[in-house]
Nanobody, 121 residues
Framework: QVQLVESGGGLVQPGGSLRLSCAAS????????MNWYRQALGKQRELVAV???????NYADSVKGRFTIARDNAKNTVSLQMNSLKPENTAVYYC???????????????WGQGTQVTVSS
């Protein structure tokens, strides 16, 4: 079985920074895209940032220039550095990844349990 475990959420003042981390564990052969999503109260889940295994990144327009996604393929981890945070960034942030457990299997999409980020004064 595979698990994605996020950490690093919390309460931060507007303009502050937080760094989220996500570690994948279990039976893993290879991890392809690793992503961060978020879901604010009463809103649909939205894609925040993507990073391919090769390190190519893509961001939602609303976070470009403020958020940075990075990964460590050797450790099966992905992080999201969030700077200049705004109240509208308040949400539960989810780690998501496409994982191949075995060369003979299909790639499966996995989700973490989510971590709360609250931006408030």
């Amino acid at each position: 079985q595979v698990q994605l475990v996020e950490s690093g959420g919390g309460l931060v003042q507007p303009g502050g920074s937080l760094r989220l981390s996500c570690a994948a564990s279990g039976s893993i052969f290879s991890i392809y895209a690793m992503n961060w999503y978020r879901q604010a109260l009463g809103k649909q889940r939205e894609l925040v940032a993507v990073i391919t295994r090769g390190g190519r990144t893509n961001y939602a327009d609303s976070v470009k220039g403020r958020f940075t996604i990075a990964r460590d393929n050797a450790k099966n981890t992905v992080s999201l550095q969030m700077n200049s945070l705004k109240p509208e960034n308040t949400a539960v942030y989810y780690c998501n990844a496409d994982i191949l457990q075995n060369p003979g299997m299909h790639v499966i999409n996995y989700w973490g349990q989510g971590t709360q980020v609250t931006v408030s004064s």
